[in-house]
């Protein structure tokens, strides 16, 4: 292959996916999540260390483009990305009485002064504060809204199922200031929304429940939820009114709303919406002027698990053997696969070329499995196990008048063959996106 015309493209002979047989684990204990055996054993993640793993390549793409699904929808209500360090000093958690409440769960660490600092799980200290230290602020300034998409941390007792409770976890946090419980209130059904718009770009049913604050706190607090046998989670939810709650805030069995039967599924939270009020602004100083006095900002906070979300869609759409993503999702979109070395159509490769310029013209996600002294059976296995929604095979039917290409469709377990020049028609008709 390496005399072949094709230059720019991603070839899986370069790429770093280490695949293992079987799943090293501490203690022997049974697996239950289809999705964490077959993340770490087609090389999308990696154990570093009890309850840490790295994204390998292919699985960082996946959560790259969960990424930018999220920008998108936080740039149409106007949020505003940063970043914030990865350690909080403790005196902050201390000024909100949440540092006792939390302490068994916190990384803590120590600086060279004795100064102490915890790995944070969750932001609402660190960004109040950055609000009080520039000063009270302008009415003009609201709606104030600024998000992160960052590393997070939790001293989780027994980690488990890769992400779904691990103790290093990837979360977009959102933070927003309002000068008055109003609007505050605006701004909630505003990122409601937004998140609802995440959700259905993902295409995987979802559940919103009311949710237990915890030791978060607020008002008014929503969870979002996918269903599935492996979540720790319990929702609550009536099939006539759709009404759904978190078990853990409802202990009757009849809905409040029409008195129908409520019925439990286990699922995962996957993510999760605070109205705080003046919870941790006033501690913190976060403050508005407002009739030339100072008055503490009405404060809300959003969060997304997207470790989470990478880990329960695959367990949702995957079979026992094969990882499965949505479209818009996955590592790659299309695999091409090329001839083998010494077969009759090996000849045939320029087709190669011909193939990646349409798709390229499409906007197409390409990989090109360019491992030649493999099968193509065997180069297809590996396609689907890996969840490359669509494979483009240049085969022996290539040798034909005209020349066909043979194309798979793996989560609808479709395919057919189609003369090169109609590639770029089909997939125009195909739904890529979700």
Not at 238 to 246: G, H, L, T, V
Not at 265 to 287: C, M, R, V, W
Not at 404 to 422: A, M, T, V
């Amino acid at each position: 292959m390496s005399s072949m015309p094709v230059q720019s493209v991603k070839k899986l002979s370069h790429l770093f996916q280490p695949a293992t047989a079987t799943i090293a684990t501490a203690k022997k204990i049974e697996l239950s999540s289809k999705s964490y055996e077959n993340l770490v054993k087609y090389g999308l993640i990696k154990q570093v260390t009890n309850g840490m793993y790295a994204f390998l390549p292919l699985g960082l793409r996946v959560i790259n483009k969960l990424v930018a699904l999220v920008d998108v929808e936080m740039e149409k209500i106007e949020a505003q990305k940063m970043l914030l360090p990865a350690l909080t000093p403790t005196h902050l958690w201390k000024k909100t009485d949440r540092f006792k409440d939390n302490t068994n769960e916190l990384f803590k660490v120590q600086d060279r002064s004795h100064r102490q600092y915890i790995l944070s799980p969750t932001y609402e200290e660190a960004i109040c504060s950055i609000i009080s230290s520039v000063g009270t602020l302008s009415q003009k300034m609201f709606p104030l809204r600024l998000y992160q998409i960052s590393t997070k941390w939790r001293d989780e007792i027994k980690p488990r199922l890769g992400f779904l409770r691990s103790r290093e976890f990837i979360m977009k946090d959102l933070y927003t200031f309002d000068i008055d419980e109003e609007k505050a209130k605006e701004t909630y059904a505003s990122v409601s929304e937004a998140y609802e718009n995440i959700f259905k770009k993902i295409g995987i049913t979802y559940v919103k429940a009311i949710g237990n604050p915890g030791s978060i706190g607020g008002s008014i607090t929503h969870e979002y939820h996918y269903l599935s046998d492996i979540g720790e989670d319990v929702v609550c939810r009536c099939s006539s009114c759709q009404y759904s709650i978190n078990k853990t805030m409802h202990k009757e069995s009849h809905c409040p709303d029409c008195k129908s039967t409520l019925k439990e599924q286990n699922s995962a939270e996957i993510g999760h919406t605070f109205l705080l009020n003046t919870k941790y602004t006033e501690p913190l100083d976060a403050a508005v002027r407002i009739n030339n006095k100072p008055t503490p900002l009405v404060m809300g906070c959003f969060g997304l698990g997207l470790s989470r979300i990478f880990t329960v869609m695959v367990e949702l759409l995957s079979t026992k053997t094969e990882l499965r993503w949505p479209k818009n999702l996955a590592p790659y979109t299309v695999c091409i696969i090329a001839p083998k070395a010494g077969s009759k159509e090996e000849n045939s490769s320029h087709y190669i070329k011909d193939i990646i310029d349409i798709l390229t013209q499409l906007n197409m996600d390409i990989i090109l499995d360019d491992r030649t002294y493999l099968t193509i059976g065997n180069r297809l296995m590996h396609a689907r196990i890996t969840g490359f929604p669509y494979v483009v095979i240049v085969g022996k039917s290539i040798l034909q008048s005209p020349p066909l290409i043979e194309i798979h469709d793996i989560n609808n377990s479709r395919n057919c063959k189609i003369p090169l020049d109609n590639l770029s028609g089909y997939f125009s008709k195909e739904d890529t996106t979700i």
